[in-house]
């Protein structure tokens, strides 16, 4: 007890030299933890969009999406969407599955200009049926969500995203008023709900939708880059999953499209998102390193200027352990405390990123963070220890 009330005294005698001592690490512990906190916020951000559309939600891509190692290639991805071979065609042998499908919902997308009055906004333009609406959890806040007839007709309506009608029209309601996008007049009927960032890409409020027939018609286009569909169970999802792949080889190559369910995608976006992480947590760590060697040589300086002080404690019988020890605990508390402080500052700054990104601290992250920087404490702390403890209390003595 007298060793860590000395211990404490050293400490709080030179309040300036302490914090400095601790700032290292409390700058590492909030980097790790505000860091890995962002890789864990968008892990549970993916994983609920990818909850939100349901566990019997399957999706077809264009050509052969699936890299080397089995997984998700972004870069195969890219590269097929410029090739699609999808069209309309593949949509309607798919409905004919009434015993597997329940819904089909393809879609295309193309950036462009929107603008009401005064006011323009570049947006993502999704070309898209009716169904939809129900296949992607997508409800209308204000209106509705155009109409199966409106595609069919290729009318000029869109619903626009939370975001976008803000931008567009401020608190005025949109339902009814008209927005030009390109040099075309659209109808607005709906406005959806708000659902949130795209994990790193463009937010989902700030798309537009309008029908699949008119996006052809006005872009050109009869390609479709994804089809979602809803199979009619989730317990024979395998067998769904082979009935649409027989169907789809019917009218293409079996390189030219992709069937791929939830897990699959969730689990390749989750693996990036992991290494991800663990690199964002590892670069961070290297300040904690850095703050362990402040501790070490603030600590050494301290061992020289208590010289005197150590010669004296020895003399009146301090054993070089209890010596050692004093010096530990030094540095534990301080390596503690910087801890305490840096996950203190790592849970603001995630409260303060939550506007931004989604962002979410584990207590994983925060006994990791805690765990490193004590025993960065304790490690870097031995040298300058073990040098008092091994001073001559007659040399000690006579240092000036």
Not at 54 to 66: C, E, K, R, Y
Not at 134 to 152: M, Y
Not at 390 to 397: M, V
């Amino acid at each position: 007890m007298n060793v860590l009330l000395v211990a404490l005294r050293a400490i709080f005698i030179n309040k300036l030299r302490s914090f400095l001592t601790m700032l290292g690490v409390i700058i590492g512990v909030a980097s790790v933890v505000l860091l890995t906190s962002i890789g864990n916020g968008l892990s549970a951000f993916v994983t609920e969009q990818f909850n939100e559309l349901g566990a019997n939600t399957v999706i077809i891509f264009p050509g052969d999406v699936f890299g080397e190692g089995g997984g998700i290639s972004s870069e195969s991805t890219a590269t097929s969407i410029a090739n699609s071979k999808l069209t309309q065609r593949e949509v309607t042998q798919l409905k004919r599955l009434r015993e597997h499908v329940a819904e089909v919902a393809p879609f295309n997308l193309q950036s462009d200009v929107i603008a009401h009055g005064s006011t323009k906004k570049r947006t993502t333009l999704l070309g898209t049926t009716a169904n939809y609406e129900t296949a992607f959890n997508t409800k209308p806040e204000k209106g509705r969500f155009f109409l199966d007839s409106e595609d069919a007709d290729a009318e000029r309506v869109i619903v626009l995203g939370y975001e976008l009608a803000k931008e567009l029209f401020g608190n005025i309601d949109p339902v009814g008023k008209r927005v030009t996008v390109g040099d075309q007049s659209f109808r607005v009927t709906g406005v959806v709900e708000k659902k949130g960032g795209g994990f790193g890409g463009p937010s989902f409020d700030t798309y537009a939708y309008i029908p699949l027939k008119t996006f052809f018609r006005a872009y050109d286009t009869s390609k479709i880059i994804r089809i979602v569909v809803k199979t009619k169970t989730i317990e024979n999802l395998t067998e769904h999953m082979a009935a649409i792949s027989s169907e789809l080889e019917k009218s293409l190559e079996e390189d030219e499209f992709s069937v791929v369910d939830q897990s699959e995608i969730l689990g390749s976006i989750n693996q990036i998102l992991s290494v991800l992480t663990i690199a964002l947590g590892g670069i961070a760590s290297i300040s904690l390193v850095v703050g362990g060697i402040g501790i070490m040589n603030i600590m050494l300086v301290s061992v020289t200027e208590r010289t005197r002080e150590i010669g004296l404690r020895k003399a009146l019988g301090a054993t070089p352990n209890l010596i050692l020890l004093q010096f530990l605990i030094e540095a534990a508390i301080l390596s503690f405390f910087g801890g305490l402080i840096g996950v203190a500052i790592a849970f603001g700054g995630t409260l303060a990123l939550q506007a931004f990104l989604p962002a979410k601290v584990t207590i994983d992250a925060v006994l990791l963070a805690f765990g490193v920087s004590s025993l960065v404490g304790l490690v870097f702390g031995a040298a300058p220890a073990r040098r008092a403890a091994k001073l001559s209390p007659i040399e000690a003595l006579r240092y000036e």
